[in-house]
């Protein structure tokens, strides 16, 4: 005897071995055995066999019509049997039985299963539901294959057209049509989405994807502000008798730092550092506050920026040259002879800008011989000439506190780079680093920042500080952290550090002007009046966020570095490059910033000169091979000392991170020198790495910014 039974939710039939009580034991067609309970047995017979029994079941059950089962079906719940003479009249049989079980089973549009061999049609018109239902996803998977071929055929179906190719790789909606079409042919093409998508003329090339990849995820509202009210500038700002200058590059727009100079008796000077003043004219929680809430920082890239602040507050407090502006300055006293700070002192005031100069004209000009000579014509030429050997002074008092805290002096670079961007063609050029008007810009924002931040700790005034302190023995790794009280930043070998100098493009900077602010007017009080009260939790939310965001916006920046450095590869036409071997197969190329992994190097001192050869260059996953041809030179080493310096000092998880694409030359150069890039104060406050078209390269900032965020290269 046979049997026709169910187990675990579908049918089978087997050989029946043997019964006791209410069970069966069967063997199947292919050999396994079951218990099998009498309950689940729905048919008994002696032929066909169980396996054609299931073969002719299978295919008789989809000739049978459900339509015209469901018209023959009672209203209320019936055996499954009941149907069978209605539908196969006399020759009703065991194949018959087991067709109607599995298409009654197989259809729960038309019928519900109500038990063991228990059906009930579905009612009228929920059955006109599900069947247009039905019908509706047949089309669509009808259209789907055609979309899905068109992409395989490289062709892009006009549903992708208007830019929802590129959203369906940016925030795509998977249970569309679409996206499901686009993940088969790419699939079927065994490529990725993007690749798909570039090749079929969805996106534009690979830089709008990036962007676009970016732009979703932080900006899905668009980069365009809402209308807010103008800043007020309060009209009781003192004024200041002095004539300010800045320090830019040419495409600089966010003019937050200039600086003057007054000669006084006994050989004095008093030396002015004017931050712009944003916070005199933006309070906590209005419009303003809320967009640069939202978005805490400037974020840049080569050839564009999204600013922090509308167009229109930026236009009134940048420090453009030609009038006086609201500003917050670091009057510092100076004895010209030994170049010590006698007294110091803060104000809120309006400063007269006479010059924004720029790096692109003077750099080339004011160099450390006319300095030393005195030759050469230039705008303030007189004001530099104290600020040198001010800012001299204060780069070598640093160098003596971070010996302190078991550092090597600091290891400046000698060449920069600068990104033009005109359309899809990039122009990379080399700037000098380390000039003159490099470092006085530098030391002048350190100096700013650790003694505002002392100012705000001697007040009692909460602030956000940049901290960076040793982690175990004090030669071990550094830890950069951004906390609310005052604590040593041993990586630029001062007291405190505290970001105050970029408050246009930092929203922490603009939350620490507003407790600077308070201070000076309200001096042993400014506790009670700051916007920020000690262990507001709100600060402790600033700081997370802008930590997160600020890192994120570095990403970016330096993936887009990293982009445009292999475009310039593309572009001009580079088949053989020169580098040089920076630690174990990572090398950097000398005409662009730009870091790549040579596999197979073998061991190599640092510095070495290699010629390779660019084997391929990918922008859409912004990856580049290269292999060695020949070695160039290798460095002349004096000692083995030196030969291992390094070689063997730093921290690992820097070099880690050049295995990622979006790595920066910045984390490796420290590595292989021994020092920790996130606090570095040559870093570009600007983050833009000299970016054109509109990007800020400002070196007045340079110090301010301990974070390395170009990428690959500075």
Not at 359 to 374: F, M, R, S
Not at 408 to 421: A, G, H, I, S
Not at 429 to 454: F, K, M, Q, Y
Request: proline residues 5%; contains cysteine.
């Amino acid at each position: 005897m046979n049997v026709f039974f169910e187990e675990s939710g579908s049918f089978k039939a087997g050989s029946v071995l043997s019964r006791q009580g209410d069970a069966f034991q069967v063997e199947l067609p292919g050999g396994r055995r079951a218990k099998v309970r009498a309950k689940d047995v729905l048919i008994e017979f002696e032929k066909p066999t169980a396996a054609e029994l299931m073969q002719q079941a299978d295919a008789l059950a989809q000739e049978i019509d459900l339509d015209f089962l469901w018209e023959c079906a009672p209203d209320d719940e019936f055996p499954f049997a009941t149907l069978g003479a209605e539908y196969f009249g006399a020759s009703f049989g065991a194949i018959e039985r087991a067709a109607l079980v599995l298409r009654l089973h197989g259809s729960p549009v038309y019928f519900r299963r109500k038990g063991r061999g228990m059906y009930q049609r579905a009612p009228q018109e929920q059955l006109k539901m599900a069947l247009a239902g039905l019908e509706r996803k047949r089309q669509q998977a009808l259209v789907q294959a055609q979309y899905e071929e068109e992409l395989k055929a490289g062709r892009l179906p006009e549903a992708f057209a208007g830019g929802k190719g590129l959203a369906l790789l940016t925030k795509p909606d998977k249970n569309t049509i679409e996206y499901k079409a686009l993940e088969g042919a790419a699939a079927a093409r065994g490529i990725s989405q993007a690749r798909l998508m570039l090749e079929c003329g969805a996106i534009a090339s690979p830089r709008a994807l990036h962007e676009a990849k970016f732009l979703s995820e932080y900006f899905p509202h668009g980069t365009g502000f809402p209308s807010v009210a103008a800043a007020n500038v309060p009209d009781d700002l003192p004024q200041a008798d002095v004539e300010a200058f800045s320090i830019d590059d040419i495409t600089t727009t966010e003019i937050d730092d200039a600086f003057s100079v007054e000669h006084l008796a006994d050989g004095r000077v008093r030396i002015g550092v004017h931050i712009a003043a944003p916070a005199l004219g933006i309070q906590r929680g209005d419009d303003v506050d809320a967009i640069a809430r939202a978005r805490l920082s400037t974020v840049y890239m080569p050839g564009d920026k999204i600013t922090m602040l509308p167009d229109s507050v930026v236009d009134t407090f940048t420090l453009a040259e030609g009038g006086y502006r609201p500003a917050l300055s670091l009057y510092v006293i100076v004895n010209r002879e030994t170049q010590e700070i006698v007294a110091s002192e803060t104000r809120a005031e309006r400063v007269f800008v006479k010059n924004n100069l720029r790096h692109n004209t003077l750099d080339e000009v004011v160099t450390e011989e006319a300095l030393a000579e005195g030759t050469g014509e230039y705008p303030h030429k007189d004001d530099i000439a104290v600020l040198w050997p001010f800012a001299q002074a204060l780069f070598e008092k640093r160098q003596t506190a971070r010996a302190g805290y078991g550092l090597r002096r600091e290891v400046q670079r000698n060449t920069d780079f600068n990104f033009y961007v005109d359309g899809e063609h990039v122009t990379i050029t080399p700037r000098r680093r380390g000039s003159p008007l490099d470092t006085i810009v530098a030391e002048l924002a350190i100096l700013a920042n650790s003694s505002w931040g002392a100012f705000l700790h001697d007040h009692g005034v909460p602030g956000i500080y940049r901290t960076q302190r040793a982690f175990g023995a004090p030669s071990g790794p550094k830890r950069t952290r951004m906390q609310t009280n005052a604590a040593p930043h041993e990586g630029l070998g001062v007291s405190q550090y505290a970001w105050s100098t970029s408050p246009l493009r930092r929203y922490v900077d603009l939350v620490n002007q507003w407790q600077l602010i308070a201070c000076v007017q309200h001096g042993v009080t400014a506790k009670l009046a700051a916007p920020f009260k000690p262990k507001d939790a709100d600060l402790f939310a600033v700081v997370q966020g802008f930590d997160d965001t600020y890192t994120a916006y570095a990403d970016y920046q330096r993936r887009m570095e990293y982009f445009w450095c292999l475009r310039w590869l593309t572009q001009e036409n580079r088949k053989q490059v020169v580098a040089s071997v920076v630690k174990g197969d990572l090398v950097r190329l000398e005409e662009i910033p730009l870091l790549l992994h040579v596999p197979g190097l073998g061991v190599h001192a640092r510095g070495t000169r290699l010629q390779l050869e660019v084997m391929s260059i990918d922008e859409l996953t912004i990856e580049a091979s290269v292999r060695l041809l020949h070695v160039l030179d290798a460095p002349t080493v004096t000692s083995g000392a030196e030969a291992e310096e390094g070689e063997d000092e730093g921290d690992e998880e820097l070099l880690d991170a050049a295995d990622d694409s979006a790595e920066s030359e910045a984390e490796a150069e420290a590595e292989a020198d021994g020092g920790n890039p996130n606090d570095d104060p040559g870093a570009d406050e600007s983050a833009a790495g000299g970016n054109g078209n509109g990007n800020d390269n400002d070196a007045a900032n340079t110090a301010d910014n301990d974070q390395h965020i170009t990428e690959p290269g500075r």
